[in-house]
């Protein structure tokens, strides 16, 4: 009895020792699963820690990007407004070059008008002379049978001479007669005395520098000049006193003679609608001009875009001296345009002393240099660039042999 009940107790403490055996592995199992699931705590946490740093620095990246959008958009609005500008200061020069056309075009007719009646108010005192003249000798011989004054006088011309000038007149036929036909009425003076240069390619040029000529000593004049084109092919006018209606004179003479090769105005004041009647005539294919110098003389962007409508025809002109006049970023803009995508003669530009060329102005000088491979001499010095934009500019000679830059 005693050994059954033993067995019993022992079966029994040998199950609980197993139960405890089992309990303690899964304890033992329970800890390490405390101990991963810790682990993984910390893990989670240091995530979280990075999680939310990362969030910071993206938010901070938001920040910067939206700062950087909109100062690009800024940029592209003020890109924009730029543009804008220049596409209405396009517009206003246009819209003035058609009023200053108009203007011209009506000053035209009038030095026309006035030019006719001068002509009329010469031919009839040299009518009345000569009929003077007859009325005189014909009392004189009572036998001659007495002509009147328009037979006396012979149908195309009459020749006299005056202390050694020769002077040849012809009659005024009516108002609508051609240029040319009204200057051969006029007398040719001896022109000894005038100053001609000869060059070394044997073309020969009028000197007139400085002799202070205005616009009625041109209008007083022109006709011996339009007459002394056989004897030289250039003509210098600098330092003097001529306007734009001394300059719609001498376009006159250009639009139908062809020999002048050299025309300089340099320092006078011809201004843009002066500017405007020499462009007009020398937008003609056949003009011979080759040299055209117009410094100082109060150009705008007004005459620059006559200018350049010119170049755009114009197949003579290889050398363009426009120093010291009033050109702008947007004049030299619409004259870079023309030369680089319409011209292939000029040689030779100068924009000296423009004080109103500044670094806007680099990228189309760039452009045309590149473009233009005829182009061998720009004069830019006393402009308003940089040292930098100066740099940039030289640099294109070293890519161009045949090219040289004055800065």
């Not at 000038?165 to 012809?170: C, G, I, P, T």
């Not at 200057?183 to 009028?206: G, P």
């Not at 117009?294 to 755009?312: C, E, K, R, V, W």
């Not at 308003?384 to 830059?405: C, G, H, M, P, T």
């Amino acid at each position: 009895m005693d050994i059954k009940i033993f067995e019993s107790w022992e079966y029994i403490f040998s199950e609980l020792i197993q139960r405890n055996s089992k309990l303690t592995e899964k304890v033992s199992q329970l800890e390490k699963q405390v101990h991963q699931l810790a682990e993984q705590n910390v893990q989670i946490q240091d995530l979280q820690k990075t999680n939310k740093e990362l969030q910071q620095k993206f938010d901070e990246h938001i920040l910067q990007c939206s700062d950087e959008k909109s100062k690009h958009d800024k940029s592209d609005s003020i890109k924009k407004l730029e543009e804008s500008a220049t596409h209405f200061n396009n517009c206003v020069i246009q819209l003035a070059s058609r009023m200053n056309s108009n203007s011209f075009q009506i000053k035209t007719l009038e030095t026309e008008n006035k030019l006719l009646k001068q002509h009329s108010q010469m031919l009839t005192e040299q009518f009345n002379e000569l009929r003077e003249k007859s009325d005189s000798s014909a009392s004189s011989n009572d036998k001659q049978p007495q002509t009147s004054a328009e037979d006396s006088v012979d149908e195309d011309n009459v020749t006299t001479t005056d202390s050694g000038s020769v002077k040849k007149y012809s009659q005024l036929e009516g108002v609508d007669e051609s240029l040319h036909d009204r200057l051969n009425m006029i007398e040719e003076e001896d022109y000894a005395n005038l100053e001609i240069t000869r060059r070394s390619d044997n073309s020969s040029i009028l000197n007139l520098d400085g002799w202070i000529l205005s616009d009625e000593d041109m209008r007083a004049n022109i006709y011996q000049l339009w007459n002394m084109d056989d004897l030289y092919t250039g003509l210098v006018l600098d330092h003097n006193h001529i306007t734009q209606s001394g300059a719609l004179l001498l376009a006159e003479i250009l639009s139908v003679k062809n020999r002048l090769t050299l025309l300089s105005l340099s320092y006078n004041n011809i201004s843009d609608e002066g500017v405007h009647a020499l462009a007009k005539t020398l937008s003609n294919e056949r003009s011979s001009l080759s040299e055209l110098y117009l410094g100082y003389n109060g150009i705008t962007d007004i005459g620059a875009n006559h200018l350049a409508q010119m170049l755009m025809k114009n197949k003579s002109i290889t050398h363009l001296y426009l120093s010291g006049n009033r050109i702008t970023d947007s004049g030299l803009q619409i004259l870079a345009e023309a030369i680089e995508k319409h011209n292939s003669t000029i040689q030779v530009l100068s924009l000296d002393s423009q004080k109103c060329i500044t670094n806007k102005s680099v990228d189309y000088l760039l452009q045309m240099i590149r473009n233009h491979p005829s182009l061998e001499k720009l004069y830019l010095t006393n402009c308003n660039l940089s040292q930098k934009d100066k740099e940039r500019l030289s640099k294109v000679q070293q890519y161009n042999a045949n090219f040289q830059i004055i800065l």
